[in-house]
């Protein structure tokens, strides 16, 4: 649907973690009012009607995902419909209900578990700063095959991570991001993925006291990811007290307090 410039400008200054959500209800307004254009009139009163019943427009999660499934040449492998899979737990946990047994007063969006899933290093979705972010990851492996010397894994790479030598390729990993460009590029196949899966961060939040999410060590398959994020909403509702971030959880009792295998 059309926006008006002055709408478009309203709706870049909201917070990012609501802001498709506000999106989608501008748009309902204006479809109701018989416009198939979105005004600031629109907005304004869709965010009157927003404010008013926020507890009714929360679930008790969030999962957000980059722009990777719709083709971003970025993306790391296929994610086996892996959203999908987390949203179905995340409804089964009735989380919202949770929620307002713990909560005093009414939900407000910050209270709900957030998710973000990017599908390469860039971190589109900001998976460092939700509960549970996870990074598309495809590390490179060094094969038996000849290197040419063509230098593309070289000139791929941002990080600077690779170097070659007479003999091939060599990667630094405490540098590499495990994007997956220099093993795409690659042409005779001397790098290739040595698997696809995902780092995962734990912990992140803005607010008052912000911190990024701590990384948990080692690549997780989609399977794994899922049964890591299945575990951290099983310590979350344990250990919930009404006003905390997961990250404050897991500050609170330590990650050693975590099943990740």
Partial sequence: MEWSEDASAAIG??????RSRVRKKVEAEARKSGSNKVSIAHLHSAQARYLGNMEAEVKGYQVDNCFGPSGCPNRIGDD??????????????????????????????HHEFRISISDCPNGCSRPQIVDVGLLGASPPSITDEPCSQCNSCVDSCREE??????????????KCLYCGHCHRDC???????????????????LGRHPQLGLQLPGIFSAKQALTVIKECLKLFMAQFQGKERFGDILNRVGYDNLSTK
């Fill in 13 to 18: 200054k909201v917070p990012f973690f609501v």
């Fill in 80 to 109: 086996d419909g892996l959203a999908a899979r987390i949203e179905e737990h995340l409804n089964a946990l009735d989380l919202k209900r949770f929620l307002q047994t713990k909560v005093k007063g009414p939900l407000k969006m």
């Fill in 161 to 174: 991570a690779v170097t070659l030598t007479a003999r091939g390729p060599v990667i630094d990993f405490n």
């Fill in 187 to 205: 042409p005779t196949n001397t790098l290739v993925a040595g698997k696809h899966g995902y780092r995962i961060l734990l912990g992140g939040k």
